[in-house]
């Protein structure tokens, strides 16, 4: 039965309803049920199965066979079928699904009628015995039900699905129900963490929990959240790390911690970045980065046997073996190899920067030869390393909390792992030493106050900590995230995550999305806020001319976004894969990060200039240009700030139409 009913106006005039309103359906049986004295959202329900387990026990029952075996089952109905005296409804569990073969002969009339007025979407109760059809199809003779949760608006339609990735992101909910895969996912990374939890505490580790709220931002250069604590009057980041709290714990005597939990970094999404994620950092006194390797590569295949039931996985298309002992080599030797000639510390720092720059690169003024050396790795090798690899000696530049290496003061003991070109791990021989601990939180403050809003801070009971003593120790972090994508084969951070950060719904024809059915009838409508034209400044006009000949060389088209995603390495630049009419992808990088999440802009049609000659950005040939309106308006600050709009246009507008 669909989403209708009897608008019949002789029966009640003041009960009629818009049968193309499915919503306004639901609500009207919704209070026709509360009229007739019938709760439409029920009480517990005590089933005696879950329908799987009814598949496995019932998989031998013949074709056409009944049985006196009484269930009860409860799940949501997914499916109906109206067939005069017979009715089939689906039923679906957290387990799986089950045919509910209903006769008006076994119901009664009024029972009968009842479940035919149920909806897809409906949470009932079932009671009745086990058959099966004559076609073969494992089934619940119903004898009784009872409607546990009234559905008020409909689930998508089945054969089309939810497939609009930002619907499923906004609406996680919906998307469980609809896609047996998505579930799937998840139901891997709660193995994954169990997994973790396990191999850890077998090998001895305590689970602890540290603070959330942190007075000094330290542990990792990450731009923060900041919040205020109204009992303290004091301003509080949400932390970026567990590291100096983990550590601290060393201090005071434990020797194997470790902590599971969620980090916060107020910086761009992007398909392996989330401001929020969750990581699993582990310390270890008297280790070092021999057993911070042995332990992650350990704690990374139990996951993949408890998540796969295998360590051989494929990932976007790579294989990936997982088992066996992973390759370790030294960030600069895999530079070396990646760039095809000798990046070392022996080179000039002019030298390195010539080998960065002809390799895509670009090198900042303040940039020493370690962060040199880590950006030419960054640039040449890093993508290339597919298998996983532990990627060693890192520059004491872009290592301000990990212990010198011995024997060269330029390097550090550290690796990154990398499986598929992207890091999984981050380790370091953890720096015991308070009076270089103390001259490296200095060097961080210093640069902080040359503005970068990254560096960390000067955690003076940090230090005092360390001062007490801190035995030599191995540290790791892992992030949780990633791992589940590996294991999951998901190309972004989204499909890992079960509420990622979005932003504000899009309002639809100019309305803003009604939170509840029944809200809808008693708010107001309300509008988009006006713009204050008077505080806009716009460019003055030109003054030179262009001849109308120089102008018309310029190719303007419609170019619908594929695909969009940061840049790796910048802040500012959105790399669009663009549909522009030809069959072939049109690649354009535009520096507008600041303005635009990447996954907001795809589907949308642009306006851009396609026959510019290629430009190399950040080694990406960028082939075109994105038009945008830019002004200014005074802002919080009392300054003038940039605005940018993107040109958009109506999407019926087909890719690589010409604008004259």
């Given at each position: 039965m669909s989403d209708t009913t009897n608008t019949n106006p002789d029966a009640n005039p003041e009960a009629q309803v818009v049968e193309d309103d499915p919503i306004a359906v639901r609500l009207a049986k919704r209070e026709a049920l509360l009229a007739a004295g019938k709760d439409p959202y029920g009480h517990a329900y005590r089933y005696s199965h879950h329908l799987a387990d009814l598949a496995e026990q019932y998989a031998h029952l013949e074709d056409?066979?009944?049985?006196?075996?009484?269930?009860?089952?409860?799940?949501?109905?997914?499916?109906?079928?109206?067939?005069?005296?017979?009715?089939?409804?689906?039923?679906?569990?957290?387990?799986?699904?089950?045919q509910l073969f209903c006769r008006i002969n076994a119901l009664g009339e009024e029972a009968f009628a009842e479940l035919k007025d149920l909806d897809v979407g409906d949470w009932i109760g079932v009671e009745g015995t086990m058959m099966r059809t004559k076609r073969g199809q494992l089934s619940v003779s119903v004898a009784s039900f009872e409607l546990l949760s009234k559905s008020l608006r409909p689930l998508p339609e089945k054969f089309h699905g939810l497939a609009d990735k930002e619907t499923r992101y906004r609406q996680r909910y919906v998307d469980l129900v609809m896609n047996r895969e998505v579930r799937d996912t998840f139901e891997k990374r709660f193995k994954v963490i169990s997994a973790i939890r396990r191999y850890m505490e077998d090998h001895g580790y305590y689970e602890v929990e540290t603070p959330i709220l942190h007075p000094i931002l330290g542990g990792a250069n990450a731009r923060p959240f900041v919040t205020h604590h109204n009992a303290l009057d004091k301003d509080f980041y949400l932390r970026i790390a567990t590291e100096l709290h983990l550590k601290r714990l060393l201090v005071g005597g434990f020797e194997k911690v470790f902590e599971i939990g969620r980090q916060f970094r107020n910086e761009g999404m992007d398909p392996y970045h989330n401001p929020e994620f969750t990581t699993m950092e582990f310390y270890q006194a008297f280790s070092d980065l021999e057993g911070m390797m042995e332990l992650t590569q350990g704690v990374i295949q139990a996951a993949a046997l408890a998540s796969c039931g295998t360590t051989q996985v494929e990932y976007q298309g790579e294989q990936v073996d997982l088992g066996g002992t992973w390759r370790r080599a030294t960030m600069i030797e895999l530079a070396s190899e990646g760039a095809g000639e000798d990046v070392s510390f022996q080179r000039t720092r002019d030298e390195l920067v010539e080998i960065l720059e002809r390799n895509g690169g670009h090198a900042e003024d303040a940039w020493g030869k370690g962060k040199l050396i880590a950006e030419i790795f960054e640039a040449v090798a890093e993508e290339k390393l597919i298998q996983p690899t532990f990627v060693t000696e890192h520059p004491i530049e872009v290592s301000p909390l990990a212990k010198k290496k011995a024997g060269d003061p330029n390097l550090t003991e550290r690796f990154e792992l990398f499986i598929c070109g992207h890091e999984y791990a981050n380790a370091f021989g953890e720096l015991n030493d308070p009076v270089d601990q103390a001259e490296r939180f200095r060097a961080?403050?210093?640069?902080?106050?040359?503005?970068?809003?990254?560096?960390?801070?000067?955690?003076?009971?940090?230090?005092?900590?360390?001062?007490?003593?801190?035995?030599?120790?191995?540290?790791?972090?892992?992030?949780?995230?990633?791992?589940?994508?590996?294991?999951?084969?998901?190309?972004?951070?989204?499909?890992?995550?079960l509420f990622p950060h979005m932003r504000d719904e899009a309002p639809a024809?100019?309305?803003?999305?009604?939170?509840?059915?029944?809200?809808?009838?008693?708010?107001?409508?309300?509008?988009?806020?006006?713009?204050?034209?008077?505080?806009?400044?716009?460019?003055?006009?030109?003054?030179?001319?262009?001849?109308?000949?120089?102008?018309?060389?310029?190719?303007?088209?419609?170019?619908?976004?594929?695909?969009?995603?940061?840049?790796?390495?910048?802040?500012?630049?959105?790399?669009?894969?663009?549909?522009?009419?030809?069959?072939?992808?049109?690649?354009?990088?535009?520096?507008?990060?600041?303005?635009?999440?990447?996954?907001?802009?795809?589907?949308?049609?642009?306006?851009?200039?396609?026959?510019?000659?290629?430009?190399?950005?950040?080694?990406?040939?960028?082939?075109?240009?994105?038009?945008?309106?830019?002004?200014?308006?005074?802002?919080?600050?009392?300054?003038?700030?940039?605005?940018l709009n993107l040109l958009m246009v109506d999407d019926r507008i087909p890719a690589g139409a010409k604008l004259y």
């Open positions: 056409g066979a009944s049985t006196e075996d009484e269930v009860k089952v409860a799940g949501r109905v997914m499916a109906k079928r109206d067939q005069g005296k017979l009715a089939f409804l689906e039923l679906r569990d957290s387990t799986g699904d089950i961080q403050v210093e640069a902080k106050d040359l503005g970068d809003d990254e560096a960390m801070g000067y955690d003076d009971d940090y230090v005092r900590a360390l001062e007490y003593g801190m035995p030599p120790a191995g540290g790791c972090g892992i992030g949780i995230d990633r791992l589940v994508m590996l294991l999951t084969d998901a190309p972004s951070i989204r499909d890992v995550l024809g100019g309305r803003p999305r009604t939170a509840s059915p029944v809200a809808a009838e008693a708010a107001p409508a309300s509008v988009a806020a006006p713009i204050d034209f008077s505080k806009v400044v716009v460019e003055p006009l030109f003054e030179d001319e262009v001849d109308f000949d120089t102008f018309s060389k310029s190719d303007f088209r419609a170019v619908k976004v594929k695909e969009c995603v940061a840049v790796p390495k910048s802040k500012k630049l959105l790399q669009f894969t663009l549909d522009d009419g030809t069959g072939a992808d049109r690649v354009i990088l535009s520096g507008i990060h600041a303005y635009y999440e990447p996954e907001d802009l795809v589907g949308h049609t642009l306006i851009a200039i396609t026959n510019l000659p290629p430009r190399k950005m950040m080694g990406v040939d960028s082939c075109g240009m994105l038009l945008s309106a830019i002004h200014e308006e005074e802002g919080e600050n009392g300054e003038p700030e940039e605005r």
